[in-house]
């Protein structure tokens, strides 16, 4: 059973550009989770999603932010107009109740140029 | 306003030895409290994780004690090893939000 997948694992933007990030959740899984976590410090939450809907997204800033996770394929998080701020690896679960064990996935390291 | 409280930020111990890691919380309605190993470049892995409702749980060299009164729980790893020296977070989650809220985490190094 592969683990989360998440893709591209490292993403180099300039600032003002899209970035678009991907997690494949564990087979069975249905429930998703984004963090971020900055150079030297811990995971902060952003979103939680199930299939189709945005179930707790009090973590995410307000503005530039989005993510869905589609009846078929992954999850996307996606930034626009990126700053220099949002460099950082940003990091996605899955759990297969919504209440359990979240199993991470490798990461992706974003960095605005 | 941070959640969890991690602490050390920095820890070094000599192969062998035990490794403690302390965290703490203020909000009661807390009730799983997990510990993840991170290794740079990867992502977190679940180490082992307990419930309010027992004081200690042992997995092999690892052992998590939680004290509820005082909203504290530690992560103790007996026998450190050098394969050990990794980045440690302790989380904790509202079971039916299971929204994680992690500490500032805890780079342990083991020395040979």
């Known amino acids: 059973n592969a683990g989360v997948m998440q893709n591209p694992r490292h993403l180099v933007r300039r600032r003002g550009q899209e970035a678009r990030l991907r997690c494949s959740p564990m087979?069975?899984?249905?429930?998703v989770y984004w963090y971020r976590q900055l150079p030297e410090e811990g995971l902060k939450f952003m979103v939680y999603?199930?299939?189709?809907?945005?179930?707790?997204e009090s973590g995410m800033p307000k503005e530039r932010f989005s993510a869905e996770f589609p009846k078929e394929g992954p999850s996307i998080l996606r930034i626009q107009q990126v700053v220099r701020g949002d460099s950082a690896a940003y990091f996605c679960?899955?759990?297969?109740?919504?209440?359990?064990?979240?199993?991470f996935g490798p990461g992706t390291r974003l960095t605005v140029l | 306003q941070q959640q969890v409280k991690q602490s050390p930020q920095s820890l070094i111990v000599q192969k062998g030895g035990i490794s403690i890691i302390n965290c703490a919380y203020e909000?009661?309605?807390?009730?799983?409290f997990p510990w993840y190993q991170q290794f740079p470049g990867k992502g977190p892995a679940l180490l082992i994780a307990?419930?309010?409702?027992?004081s200690e749980k042992k997995e092999g060299r690892f052992t998590i004690s939680f004290n509820k009164s005082a909203k504290q729980f530690s992560l103790h790893i007996m026998d450190s090893q050098p394969g050990d020296s990794a980045t440690y977070f302790c989380?904790?989650?509202?079971?039916?939000?299971?929204?994680?809220?992690f500490g500032s985490g805890t780079k342990l190094n083991v020395k040979p």
């Open positions: 679960a899955s759990s297969p109740q919504g209440y359990d064990t979240q199993y």
């Open positions: 087979k069975g899984h249905s429930h």
């Open positions: 999603l199930q299939k189709e809907n945005i179930i707790d």
């Open positions: 909000n009661t309605a807390f009730d799983y």
């Open positions: 307990i419930r309010p409702d027992v």
């Open positions: 989380a904790a989650s509202i079971n039916n939000f299971n929204k994680f809220y």
